[in-house]
């Protein structure tokens, strides 16, 4: 990537619905150059998609937590398994598979405590692989709208 396509990233980053005319005027080329970009970028794999950013709380989902979940035994079965299972689940936002003291790190968004309680109970708690698994309530979430590449 070059200092233009980081501009291009950046700007889809901070505003995804800018026109191609907009996006070309902000970075300086012609709309037939930025278009090409765009189209680079994502045939590349640098653009994976396009989202429209949600409130939670509109949603009925005004509780967030991360499940630290440990899980038993430790395969490559097991832990696809596991992680179909939870993107499968609707309170479940996202999934990540870690090293240390827990394999797998939970974000869930549900209506309230009592509502994570449940879920904790109905959804995990019965589970033969999860040998244990402990939440952390979110307070508060903060997210970078622009992502910039790192030198390597």
Do not use: W
């Not at 070059?2 to 619905?17: F, P």
């Not at 080329?29 to 794999?45: D, Y």
């Amino acid at each position: 990537m070059d200092e233009l396509d980081s501009a291009i990233v950046a700007h889809l980053q901070a505003d995804a619905r800018q026109t191609n005319r907009e996006l070309a005027r902000t970075v300086g080329i012609a709309p037939s150059t930025c278009l090409e970009r765009v189209r680079s970028l994502r045939e590349r794999g640098v653009i994976t998609g396009f989202h429209a950013e949600v409130d939670l709380g509109a949603l009925h989902r005004g509780v967030q937590a991360l499940l630290h979940v440990q899980i038993r035994p430790l395969s490559r079965t097991v832990i696809e398994s596991f992680k179909a299972y939870a993107m499968g689940l609707p309170e479940v936002l996202s999934v990540f598979v870690v090293a240390g003291g827990d394999d797998f790190l939970v974000h869930v968004a549900v209506p309230s405590v009592d509502g994570l309680h449940g879920f904790l109970m109905d959804k995990f708690s019965g589970r033969r692989e999860i040998v244990g698994f402990r939440s952390s309530v979110i307070y508060e979430h903060s997210r970078k709208p622009v992502i910039e590449a790192l030198d390597p």
